[in-house]
């Protein structure tokens, strides 16, 4: 694991617009090759990474240069899901930064470590294999608490230029110094991240709340999304955690623990909802009632 220091990064460089606009204005036939691969090639489709479940694969996957908004009610699970889904994209070669805001990076870690080994309490030699194991994949924003809106964009801009990163976390939108009522702050601030992301092609993932609505029971929608309206609209992608709160009446109801919907993809037709059941345990997302936790087998644990 890598851990970027705040105050060894000399943010202010990355806000300065150093392009002329005239440079930006081209002949459309440029685009013509490209036009072409969209409708006849595999193309950028190359380029879509896995979230690591069967069931999601083809229906949603990760793009390049996009902005995906995770959002859930408090306690749903969708810091956990997005980890597990991060800690599968390092499976595919993807190199993601988390910047975890509300949670200590040792909280983080330990529930990454406990998914990535399948068990709820790893070994020791587990705990050091998986760590040497991120190296290279994964890197940690140390900072707790409130960041500047300001720095959050200067950090999006640093991992992918300076370290060329895929994929940026940003855990939660209301941490990033932009207060509730300020929607036209929080809309500039969404705007930013997706000329970011389309510009350098760094996929960046914002954890949002949902508003409390009158009871847990009913699976929120996109309207739910704490916030400005408009932050849905910007993003290109998003992805609804709900806990199955009707289960927690029926201890031995069979249906799932936990939905995830895909109520946005601006790229793909696909949208709707997937089942899962959930290992407290391990704090893994399974994809089948009978199906069991699993590891990373390429771990190297040392005598």
């Known amino acids: 694991?890598?851990?970027?220091?705040?105050?060894?990064?000399?943010?202010?460089?990355?806000?300065?617009?150093?392009?002329?606009?005239?440079?930006?204005?081209?002949?459309?036939?440029?685009?013509?090759?490209?036009?072409?691969?969209?409708?006849?090639?595999?193309?950028?489709?190359?380029?879509?990474?896995?979230?690591?479940?069967?069931?999601?694969?083809?229906?949603?996957?990760?793009?390049?240069?996009?902005v995906t908004i995770w959002a859930g009610v408090n306690g749903h699970g969708k810091t956990t899901f997005l980890s597990h889904t991060m800690l599968n994209v390092m499976q595919e070669g993807q190199k993601v930064c988390i910047a975890s805001l509300e949670m200590k990076p040792a909280a983080s870690m330990a529930k990454m470590t406990q998914q990535a080994a399948g068990v709820g309490s790893p070994t020791v030699r587990f705990i050091k294999g998986f760590h040497t194991w991120t190296d290279g994949k994964l890197w940690i924003y140390d900072h707790v608490g409130k960041l500047a809106a300001t720095r959050a964009?200067?950090?999006?801009?640093?991992?992918?230029?300076?370290?060329?990163?895929?994929?940026?976390?940003?855990?939660?939108?209301?941490?990033?110094?932009?207060?509730?009522?300020?929607?036209?702050?929080?809309?500039?601030?969404?705007?930013?991240?997706?000329?970011?992301?389309?510009?350098?092609?760094?996929?960046?993932?914002?954890?949002?709340?949902?508003?409390?609505g009158e009871n847990e029971r009913t699976a929120p929608d996109k309207f739910g999304v704490k916030g400005a309206s408009e932050i849905v609209d910007l993003v290109d992608n998003l992805v609804i955690v709900w806990k199955n709160m009707r289960k927690q009446d029926d201890k031995a109801a069979t249906e799932p623990d936990a939905y995830v919907r895909i109520g946005k993809q601006r790229h793909h037709p696909w949208e709707g909802s997937f089942a899962f059941w959930f290992d407290k345990e391990c704090q893994q997302f399974l994809e089948g009632e009978n199906h069991r936790p699993t590891y990373i087998p390429d771990i190297v644990v040392a005598a």
């Not at 999601?56 to 240069?65: A, V, Y």
């Not at 999006?156 to 939108?173: C, F, N, P, Q, W």
């Not at 300020?182 to 508003?211: E, N, W």
């Open 1 to 66: 694991m890598n851990t970027i220091n705040a105050n060894e990064i000399d943010f202010e460089q990355y806000f300065q617009d150093q392009q002329e606009d005239g440079a930006k204005v081209k002949p459309a036939s440029e685009w013509a090759d490209a036009v072409i691969d969209r409708f006849f090639g595999e193309g950028a489709q190359k380029l879509w990474t896995p979230i690591g479940f069967d069931k999601t694969q083809g229906k949603f996957d990760l793009r390049p240069g996009e």
């Open 153 to 212: 964009l200067a950090v999006a801009t640093y991992v992918r230029k300076e370290l060329g990163l895929d994929h940026l976390v940003i855990d939660s939108l209301m941490k990033c110094g932009i207060g509730p009522e300020d929607y036209a702050g929080q809309k500039d601030f969404v705007d930013s991240l997706c000329t970011i992301a389309r510009d350098t092609g760094l996929h960046i993932h914002l954890v949002c709340h949902m508003r409390k």
